[in-house]
């Protein structure tokens, strides 16, 4: 690429950033109140999202290979057992994940 078509991919890039970041505060401004169904998609859609991300990293796991799944499961009950102690969501997504990278590096 060449030195301008870099700076209007930056550009672009930057402009399609705020626009996405700002759009939500003009469209729901505080002068009329949030519909029903975005209230309803606030809610609906994190515990939606974390069900997608556990069967994507999940998808590619096999009871029948070596492992048997062991680092996945080991990772996962340290995710919920600490967010149900702690209820601290990225204590407890950051412990699962570094359980699971010591366990695939250093054991399995």
């Known amino acids: 690429m060449t030195l301008s078509q870099e700076i209007i991919t930056i550009a672009v890039c930057a402009l399609a950033t705020v626009i996405c970041r700002f759009l939500p505060f003009i469209v729901f ?13 606030g809610k609906a859609l994190p ?23 062991l680092p996945e499961l080991a990772a996962i009950l340290v995710t919920v057992g600490l ?14 994940t570094l359980c699971y990278m010591l366990l695939v590096q250093f054991v399995f």
């Open 29 to 41: 401004s505080g002068k009329r109140e949030t519909p029903e169904y975005i209230r309803y998609l």
């Open 47 to 69: 515990a939606a999202i974390f069900a997608m991300l556990v069967v994507y990293c999940l998808k590619n796991v096999s009871i029948a290979e070596w492992s048997h799944g």
């Open 83 to 96: 967010h149900l102690w702690k209820r601290k969501m990225l204590l407890s997504v950051a412990a699962g």
